[in-house]
């Protein structure tokens, strides 16, 4: 389960994971604001159309079905997980939602950006040209629940990618006002908060910068006790799990015996071989000191964890030889 050595990720990303080229704009943007950079991915830069002024929410009139539509889309859209309640009813009413035919371009590389989306339903291909001259390559398809569009409103940049409906779609917009004074700051502080600890996880170390601040969007926190069992053989398994602060072992249950098989440290990860290969937990973890781990629910394994997949899968030797029935 301990993950020593990781692939480069992808040169081919979706649209989101390509900072490396905004973060140039960035600079630029900065240092006509005559600004120091900063290093941060998740740094503001505040220009002409990013200032923060007085703020009056927006209320955009919407039906009971569509509010309830929203709700459930931002529940799994990881950018507006940081959101409180009272926080989460002001971007609500300020959502718009727009209507696609198949074959529509919603946003195209290059434009100016003034809102992200939410997809509710449809898909949505993702294309990136990404040297002049060449022909665009197709990166994903966008699935209902998830968002695209904030960099451009993040970092003040045209657009990175093409979005075009692939099917019949509708999506939610949030404008630039309500996500500058509600969404962003909430999601910065909660990227920050995680951003160096996730750079230092040697399974992550090599994907980019923003692949791993979508990771820290997604992370829900837990604490155990010394002893506690974070989860337990033969359970279904559907959380995966980086450890924070302690120390675990995990322990294999055989004729009434809890034999000690492996152990764990900060920065270390379980949990992923259940994900994998769809089998009950294999082994108990338990914490043998106090414990703060960060975790990854399925879906969400499955969707962030993907450059690094196949590196799981050859480590999972490792270890199974102690978790064998």
Sequence with gaps: MIQKKVLSSSDESSEDEHVEDLMDKQKLVQAKANKPTRTSVSAEVYGQFNKKGQFQAKKVIKS??????I????????MFSALDEHELAIVIDAMEEKKFKS??????????GDVLYVV?????????????GEPEKHLKVYQPGESFGELALLYNVP???????????ICFSLDRETFNHIVKDAAAKKREKYEEFLSKVELLKDMDPYERLQIADALKVQ????????????????????IQKGDCIATKTENGTEKEVYSYKVGDYFGELALIKHEPRAANIVAKSEVIVVYLDSDSFRRLIGPVDEILKRNMSRYEKYVKK
């Excluded at 509710?120 to 002049?132: I, S, W």
């Excluded at 657009?159 to 779609?169: N, S, Y």
């Design 64 to 69: 009971e079905d569509a509010v309830k539509r």
């Design 71 to 78: 709700k459930q889309r931002m529940s799994q859209a990881f």
């Design 103 to 112: 074959g529509d371009f919603v946003i195209k590389q290059g434009d100016d």
């Design 120 to 132: 509710d339903q449809g898909q949505l291909d993702c294309f990136k040209v990404f040297k002049k």
């Design 159 to 169: 657009r990175a990618a093409t979005i075009k409906a692939k099917t019949d779609a």
């Design 223 to 242: 604490k155990f006790n010394k002893n506690d069992y974070i989860i337990r053989q033969g359970e279904q398994g559907n959380t995966f799990y980086f």
